[in-house]
């Protein structure tokens, strides 16, 4: 079975520039997750998916982040425009549907460095 | 607000010692708890998955424990190898499908 897949590995950027991550989950994961892993710290939620629909964006910074699962699969988050707080492991994770208790499956993430 | 806690923060033991790794939280209402691998530059794996009504779990030289009502998990490593030495992370899933994340223990095993 594939797992999650991410892209890029890593990114480097200038701050006030943009940037996108992508994400495919395990096929047939409902759920999908991202998070942001800053370094020394544990990954925090930045938004969770069911299908195609957002289930919990409270901790997204919506003036300069916004994410999208438009048919319910693959995901894209992107930062627009990035600070030098923004460095840090972007990671992806996808379970089977919510109310089943199973574990969730992780990316290999992302690193973005802001400069 | 769920909050999570790893203790130690790092560890450092020689091979083929035991150890133990703790993790608290503070609210008891978890759908489950699930222990975390991250190597250096890389994503987690995942270890061990407790149902919140298990007491535990084992897989291999790992064993973990809940006490969903203290809040409490240990991540328990028998004959500690120095593969064993990456960042250990326990996440707590709470009803709305989230994960909470302590800060981790970073083990390093001596040759």
């Known amino acids: 079975e594939a797992g999650v897949a991410q892209s890029p590995r890593y990114k480097i950027i200038e701050k006030r520039q943009s940037v996108a991550f992508w994400c495919n989950p395990i096929s047939g994961h409902a759920t999908l997750y991202w998070y942001q892993q800053i370094l020394g710290q544990g990954p925090k939620l930045l938004i969770q998916f069911q299908n195609n629909g957002v289930v919990d964006d409270s901790q997204l910074p919506k003036d300069r982040f916004s994410a999208e699962r438009l048919k319910g699969v693959d995901s894209t988050l992107k930062i627009q425009p990035a600070k030098l707080e923004d460095s840090a492991v972007y990671l992806c994770?996808?379970?089977?549907?919510?109310?089943?208790?199973?574990?969730?499956?992780f990316g290999q993430g992302t690193r973005l460095t802001v400069v | 607000k769920q909050e999570v806690t790893q203790i130690p923060a790092a560890l450092s033991v020689p091979e083929g010692e035991n150890l133990v790794l703790n993790c608290s939280f503070t609210?008891?209402?978890?759908?489950?708890l699930q222990w975390f691998r991250q190597d250096p530059g890389k994503g987690l794996t995942s270890l061990l998955l407790?149902?919140?009504?298990?007491r535990e779990q084992t897989s291999g030289r790992l064993n973990a424990s809940l006490d969903k009502s203290s809040g409490r998990s240990t991540l328990y490593i028998a004959a500690s190898q120095p593969g064993d030495s990456a960042t250990y992370l326990c996440a707590v899933r709470d009803g709305a499908n989230n994960l909470f994340f302590g800060t981790g223990t970073r083990l390093t095993v001596i040759p």
């Open positions: 994770a996808s379970r089977p549907a919510a109310g089943t208790n199973t574990e969730a499956f």
């Open positions: 609210d008891s209402a978890i759908y489950n």
């Open positions: 407790i149902q919140s009504s298990q």
